[in-house]
T-cell receptor, first 115, second 117 residues
Framework: LAKTTQPISMDSYEGQEVNITCSHN???????ITWYQQFPSQGPRFIIQ???TKVTNEVASLFIPADRKSSTLSLPRVSLSDTAVYYCLVGGRLSGSGNTGKLIFGQGTTLQVKP | GAGVSQSPSNKVTEKGKDVELRCDPI?????LYWYRQSLGQGLEFLIYFQGNSAPDKSGLPSDRFSAERTGGSVSTLTIQRTQQEDSAVYLC???????????????FGPGTRLTVL
């Protein structure tokens, strides 16, 4: 499973756009890129998933360049409630035996949003 | 609808005792995962169920750890002869499962905080 590298921490202010970049140089052809958010004393929560180019939902956007060796999670106009740890994950296989879809978490990025 | 629930929310036990942690997945989800989150190790995979079978137990740290799932629903994680290093938050997640679990969204429960004295 591909290893990911992301900043340990980031600071931002309310109302700003936050971009968190994740490197995954060894991503495999069949790997998807998934981002989770975790608040203290809660389980991780799915934010967004993509394979290539750009994906947008009501919470965030995910930008994936053509080589797929990195991805950027973009949070528009963050608020204090967006303070959390954000995990970038790649892995799983699309088909075949032994495909479990288990998630391999790295250290994550602790985002601190200040007033 | 109801999300993934786990019980107990907190468990304090003495070293050497056995503990059972319960997970109730979202109704209709065939895939179920157990993870462990501790300060020193981050968030790590333990075991995966598809239905009642466990095709991937590769994350279980020792033979003191076991898990079962009955009726394709509730799962129990059992830790025998607990040690202090077992102290962590144990998280359960479920997903639809099926042919493409890699793209399934996993929904996590709130976790059980285990403290071994």
């Amino acid at each position: 499973l591909a290893k990911t590298t992301q900043p340990i921490s980031m600071d931002s202010y309310e109302g700003q756009e936050v971009n968190i970049t994740c490197s995954h140089n060894n991503i495999a052809t069949n790997d998807y890129i998934t981002w989770y958010q975790q608040f203290p004393s809660q389980g991780p929560r799915f934010i967004i998933q993509g394979y290539k180019t750009k994906v947008t939902n009501e919470v965030a956007s995910l930008f994936i360049p053509a080589d797929r060796k990195s991805s950027t999670l973009s949070l528009p106009r963050v608020s204090l409630s967006d303070t959390a740890v954000y995990y970038c994950l790649v892995g799983g296989r699309l088909s075949g035996s032994g495909n479990t879809g288990k998630l391999i978490f790295g250290q994550g990025t602790t985002l601190q949003v200040k007033p | 609808g109801a999300g993934v629930s786990q019980s107990p929310s907190n468990k304090v036990t003495e070293k050497g005792k056995d503990v059972e942690l319960r997970c109730d997945p979202i109704s209709g989800h065939t895939a179920l995962y157990w993870y462990r989150q501790s300060l020193g190790q981050g968030l790590e995979f333990l075991i995966y169920f598809q239905g009642n079978s466990a095709p991937d137990k590769s994350g279980l740290p020792s033979d003191r750890f076991s898990a079962e799932r009955t009726g394709g629903s509730v799962s129990t994680l059992t830790i025998q002869r607990t040690q202090q290093e077992d102290s962590a938050v144990y998280l359960c997640a479920s997903s639809l499962g099926g042919a493409r679990p890699a793209t399934d969204t996993q929904y996590f429960g709130p976790g059980t905080r285990l403290t071994v004295l």
